[in-house]
């Protein structure tokens, strides 16, 4: 199994600067150990697809006592009656207003969350706190919907937001006295929509990928921003803003080479034809 950023010439000129293999032979039996412990769950289970790592694993910066961070993305884009099943165990965070996030529901994933890493110590000789950051996440092209959706209409009300705003900029008589009517006025000042940002499913997914099962979610994401015209390049650009705050200590704007469009991510991620 390989490791993508590693192998294809597009993958290499991107991972020159986004990913960095480690020289350090304990790092690299790390990173052997990782792939051989997403092979192992993967033919165990045919709805795991892959692990999407971020951190100093991939940043050449790897310790002894360096953890492991990243998402186990689980398939739940399955038949109408395992889809019912599945959508049962699914749960969403209702808390914040400017993200939307789905998860399995506890047991489930508690469940998945165990195997991994119980896996990741035992093939990678870890301690618990090493492998607390690798976190599972259910993907289905419904889920993708849902997350690109909640985007889109946070865009849509920054716009309806702008228009509320010049036509409440239009009322303003600079000449008046009357401080009851600037009380008015002042009151009547639209509100600034809650910004809202991407969910960690959408950035998660374009963090260096081991196990190749996330490319057709991939391909779908891209596809279907891709039919949004400018809304879509909007999109793409909080999503990997987005996987590169993760990657770079919550920095984005940075000169790592990551892929801004949607015509250069299709390049980097290998969009089918």
Same mark, same amino acid.
């Given at each position: 199994m390989s490791i993508e950023g590693f192998s294809t010439k597009t993958e290499q000129n991107e991972s020159e600067k986004r990913?960095?293999?480690?020289?350090?032979?304990?790092?690299?039996e790390r990173i052997k150990a990782v792939k051989e412990s997403i092979s192992e769950l993967k033919e165990g289970n045919p709805l795991i697809l /892959?692990?999407?790592?971020?951190? %100093?694993?991939?940043?050449?910066? &790897?310790k002894p006592e360096s953890d492991i961070d990243g998402f186990l993305f689980v398939d739940t884009g399955? %038949?109408?009656?395992?889809r019912q099943q599945h959508d049962e165990n699914l749960t969403e965070d209702k808390e914040s207003k400017s993200k939307i996030e789905t998860f399995f529901i506890e047991k489930i994933n508690d469940q998945y969350t165990e195997k991994? @890493?119980?896996?990741l110590k %035992?093939?990678?000789?870890? &301690?618990?706190?090493?492998?607390? @950051?690798?976190?599972?996440?259910p993907i289905n092209e419904e889920i993708i919907d849902k997350h690109i959706d909640f985007i889109a209409d946070g865009l849509q009300n920054e716009r309806e937001y702008?228009?509320?705003?010049?036509?409440?900029?239009?009322? =303003?008589?600079? /000449?008046?006295?009357?401080?009851?009517k600037l009380d008015e006025y002042l009151k009547a000042r639209p509100e600034y929509p809650e910004p809202v940002s991407p969910s960690t499913t959408l950035a998660g997914m374009f963090h260096l990928e081991i196990g190749g099962g996330i490319r057709k979610y991939r391909d779908m994401l891209i596809s279907k =921003?891709?039919?949004?015209?400018?809304?879509?390049e909007k999109i793409w650009q909080?999503?990997?803003? /987005?996987?590169?705050m993760f990657e770079q200590n919550l920095s984005s704007g940075t000169e790592k080479r990551y892929p801004r469009t949607l015509d250069e991510a299709k390049k980097v991620y290998g969009l089918k034809k």
């Open positions: 990913f960095t293999l480690p020289k350090e032979e304990f790092a690299k /892959s692990f999407c790592m971020y951190g %100093s694993m991939v940043k050449g910066t &790897t399955l %038949s109408v009656e395992e991994l @890493h119980e896996t %035992s093939q990678a000789n870890l &301690t618990e706190e090493q492998v607390a @950051h690798a976190k599972i996440r702008k228009k509320q705003y010049d036509e409440w900029d239009k009322n =303003l008589d600079s /000449s008046t006295t009357d401080f009851n =921003l891709e039919s949004m015209e400018q809304d879509g909080e999503i990997i803003k /987005s996987t590169e």
